[in-house]
Nanobody, 118 residues
């Protein structure tokens, strides 16, 4: 069974940076799409970014130019570099994976809290 373990969350001032990491316990990580989602208090979980197994990358509009997703297939790890953080980025961040070609993300990490103070 696939397991995902996130790390790197914390408290940062507005304008600061954080890098989240997510390690996946899979045998062929390169065959998975990887993504980051977030859930703010009182809101539904929302898509942030993902990187497909074959390269394409997508971002929600609110993080374009500030967040960067990357992956190291040799380390079974996906990263989320977050720069110019804003208070509205405060949320629990979840990584997720899906087998290439799957219609939805179906395996989730436990989440890591990111808090941006103004």
């Amino acid at each position: 069974q696939v397991q995902l373990v996130e790390s790197g969350g914390g408290l940062v001032q507005a304008g600061g940076s954080l890098r989240l990491s997510c390690v996946a316990s899979v045998r062929t990580f390169s065959n998975y799409d990887v993504g980051w989602f977030r859930q703010a208090p009182g809101k539904e979980r929302e898509f942030v970014t993902d990187k497909r197994w074959n390269g394409p990358t997508y971002y929600t509009d609110s993080v374009k130019g500030r967040f960067t997703i990357s992956r190291d297939n040799a380390k079974n790890t996906v990263y989320l570099q977050m720069n110019s953080l804003k208070p509205e980025d405060t949320a629990v961040y979840y990584c997720a994976v899906r087998w290439r070609g799957a219609s939805s993300y179906n395996t989730w990490g436990q989440g890591t809290q990111v808090t941006v103070s103004s």
